[in-house]
């Protein structure tokens, strides 16, 4: 093995080996380095020549683009607005969003937005939700009008100690929502929210699913409560969910975390007016300033814009004071339409299900714990029981009210028909 004062020396001496055509595993052996190095020496001295063997800088041959000042000034200020804003998001896509609306140019990129809320110690832990792991076999809903969910936060409290809840109803495919306070979690004021304040704005859908919550105010031997004649009566199909199952309405679920760190977590009420006026600068901003949406698939960044460009395919609700259609004791007297009301449900060990508290076989061809649907059609009065799209048996449903004519009708396919 040789010695070398240098390492340009030793790499010298390799190519002079090599070129004398001494193999390079011996070459290697004699100046002390592998094979490898070997090789790399010999074909840069092959491909530059002397100036091959001199060590080349290591710094990056493309430099980042320098975001100009005013940019990074702006995005700050903008985050500053956003932060100001109790019900505002703060995020690089809010920033760009609010950059983008008062004609901002040049439009910096998200990741340029990111790393100068980094630079500047702007930003905040990213706390990741945890989520059931369970895929349920969801239809994906791009348009408005198709699907609402509907949930109640129930059981909270004002700052003097009184009891209220909050109505969430969310558009599934714009991503729309509205929020309605009350002090008891009745089925008319569940009612008096879908009329007044969700269906004027979200329209009126083919679907409205709930969780198991609405299914406890059916009562056996009344259950078309107000809430389902609503709905049977303007076209909309009723969706409930299976008992404690999460999930299939994590849409609304999402919009119930969201509504409540933008306002009981972070402001205080005292009374349900002041309550009812936070939520609704809340949901006007969710609706009009959050940019949810994919502007290249939806046109738009926000489920307002999105609604609006849709009104004329949309259902509304008519000129119909509702208070003309109830009875003296303020019961709705809106007549049952025809309609499907249908329920989710896992097969119990006894190959039945429970609908309306009452039990219904199950063929013993359908396992154990499989989902099935079941769904009540007031036209011919049947309760059809389907599993993975498959009509697997049908049973007589009676109803003693009259059907009549709803003001829309409802669709020809149920929404969770292929389960």
């Given at each position: 093995?040789?010695?070398?004062?240098?390492?340009?020396?030793?790499?010298?001496?390799?190519?002079e080996l090599v070129g004398e055509g001494v193999p390079k595993a011996e070459v290697a052996r004699r100046v002390d380095r592998s094979r490898e190095w070997v090789h790399k020496w010999w074909r840069r001295w092959s491909s530059d020549g002397p100036d091959g063997l001199v060590d080349q800088s290591r710094a990056r041959h493309r430099q980042d683009r320098v975001t100009p000042l005013e940019v990074g000034v702006r995005v700050l200020e903008v985050r500053d607005a956003l932060e100001a804003n109790p019900v505002a998001n703060v995020g690089s896509l809010s920033i760009l969003a609010s950059l983008e609306r008062e004609g901002f140019s040049p439009l910096p990129s998200v990741s340029t937005i990111e790393r100068i809320l980094r630079r500047a110690g702007r930003t905040q832990p990213y706390r990741r939700r945890q989520r059931s792991g369970i895929r349920?076999?969801?239809p994906v809903i791009t348009g408005p009008g198709i699907w609402h969910q509907a949930d109640w936060i129930q059981d909270r409290y004002l700052t003097g100690g009184i009891k209220f809840h909050s109505l969430q109803i969310s558009d599934v495919g714009s991503h729309g929502i509205t929020a309605t306070q009350y002090q008891h979690r009745y089925v008319r004021n569940a009612v008096d929210a879908l009329w007044k304040r969700t269906w004027p704005f979200l329209s009126i859908p083919q679907a409205l699913g709930t969780d198991n919550a609405f299914a406890h105010t059916t009562h056996k031997n009344n259950p078309w409560t107000e809430w389902t004649r609503l709905c049977l009566f303007f076209g909309t199909e009723v969706i409930i969910s299976p008992p404690g199952e999460l999930g299939w309405t994590n849409h609304v679920e999402a919009v119930n975390e969201l509504w409540q760190s933008r306002t009981i977590r972070t402001r205080h009420f005292s009374t349900l007016d002041e309550l009812r006026?936070?939520?609704?600068?809340a949901c006007w901003w969710f609706n009009h300033h959050r940019p949810i949406l994919d502007p290249t698939v939806h046109g738009t960044r926000y489920p307002a814009e999105y609604i609006a460009a849709h009104t004329d395919q949309l259902r509304w609700p008519p000129d119909i004071n509702l208070a003309d259609h109830r009875d003296q004791k303020g019961r709705l007297t809106l007549g049952l339409a025809p309609g499907r009301v249908t329920h989710?449900?896992?097969?119990?060990?006894?190959?039945?299900i429970n609908v309306t508290h009452t039990t219904w076989p199950v063929p013993p061809t359908i396992p154990t714990g499989a989902l099935v649907t079941a769904t009540i059609t007031t036209t011919d009065q049947t309760l059809t029981i389907r599993h993975r799209g498959e009509p697997i048996t049908t049973h007589p449903y009676p109803i003693r009210d009259p059907i009549t004519t709803g003001?829309?009708?409802?669709?020809?396919?149920?929404?969770?028909?292929?389960?």
């Open positions: 093995m040789e010695a070398f004062g240098s390492e340009l020396e030793r790499r010298e001496r390799a190519v349920l076999p969801l006026t936070g939520s609704e600068q989710l449900r896992h097969v119990n060990n006894d190959h039945t003001y829309y009708p409802p669709a020809n396919h149920g929404l969770l028909d292929h389960i």
